[in-house]
């Protein structure tokens, strides 16, 4: 079993920056595609970012694109969504995912389908006030 463990959420103003981490439990791989979602309040989760284990596949939401980076450092186990002029609606509750490193990679639609993921944080509040 992997757990995912997330840090960095918190209160920011719109044009700031913040950067989300996500640490896996499991370091004995560092073969996971990783991605991002994000649930708002009265909202479904949504896809915002991900990033294959080569960190060379990047996609992302239109709505985060030029603005969020996705990035990893494989030799500390570490996956990061740095998220620049942030905005209102950016305000969620994030949370990272990982693919099992059995299954295969994501390929097109399916990196943002909440469904290929199959471990999950427990989500961090980010908050980005007007």
């Known amino acids: 079993q992997v757990q995912l463990v997330q840090s960095g959420g918190g209160v920011v103003q719109a044009g700031d920056s913040l950067t989300l981490s996500c640490a896996s439990s499991?370091?004995?791989?560092?073969?996971?595609?990783m991605g991002w979602f994000r649930q708002a309040v009265g909202k479904e989760r949504e896809f915002v970012a991900a990033i294959n284990w080569s960190g060379k596949i990047t996609p992302y939401a239109d709505s985060v694109k030029d603005r969020f980076i996705a990035s990893r450092d494989n030799a500390k186990y570490m996956v990061y969504l740095q998220m620049n002029s942030l905005k209102p609606e950016d305000t969620a509750v994030y949370y990272c995912?990982?693919?099992?490193?059995?299954?295969?990679?994501?390929?097109?639609?399916?990196?943002?389908?909440?469904?290929?993921?199959?471990?999950w944080g427990p989500g961090t509040q980010v908050t980005v006030s007007s």
């Open positions: 995912a990982a693919v099992d490193p059995g299954h295969p990679e994501p390929y097109g639609s399916a990196w943002s389908t909440a469904r290929t993921y199959e471990y």
């Open positions: 499991r370091r004995t791989y560092t073969a996971y595609a």
